[in-house]
Nanobody
Framework: QVQLVESGGGLVQNGGSLRLSCAAS????????MGWYRQAPGKQRELVAS???????NYADSVKGRFTISRDNAKNTVYLQMSYLKPEDTAVYYC??????????????????WGQGTQVTVSS
């Protein structure tokens, strides 16, 4: 199986910065997609930023110019640098990864995993 562990959340003032990290571990053969979602209280989970293996990036309109997603493929890790944070960015942030894993018998199977979430709170 593939596990994702997030870190870097916390409390920050309006206009501040935080950097989230998400490390994937397990029997990973390849990762095709990594991304960050967030869910605020009473709202649906929404895509914040994504980065397929080809290197392109996609951002929600609400975070363009403020957030930057990056990947370290050697470490199977994705980062989200968040700057100029606003109170409306307050949410639980989840990372996700999609790819192929190796089973005990040596064959590859697709996987899709989510992290446990990390709280980001921006005070006004």
């Amino acid at each position: 199986q593939v596990q994702l562990v997030e870190s870097g959340g916390g409390l920050v003032q309006n206009g501040g910065s935080l950097r989230l990290s998400c490390a994937a571990s397990g029997t990973i053969f390849s990762i095709n997609f990594m991304g960050w979602y967030r869910q605020a209280p009473g709202k649906q989970r929404e895509l914040v930023a994504s980065m397929p293996s080809g290197g392109s990036t996609n951002y929600a309109d609400s975070v363009k110019g403020r957030f930057t997603i990056s990947r370290d493929n050697a470490k199977n890790t994705v980062y989200l640098q968040m700057s100029y944070l606003k109170p409306e960015d307050t949410a639980v942030y989840y990372c996700t990864a999609v790819g192929m894993r190796t089973t005990a018998s040596g064959i590859t199977r697709p996987f899709s995993s989510w992290g446990q979430g990390t709280q980001v709170t921006v005070s006004s």
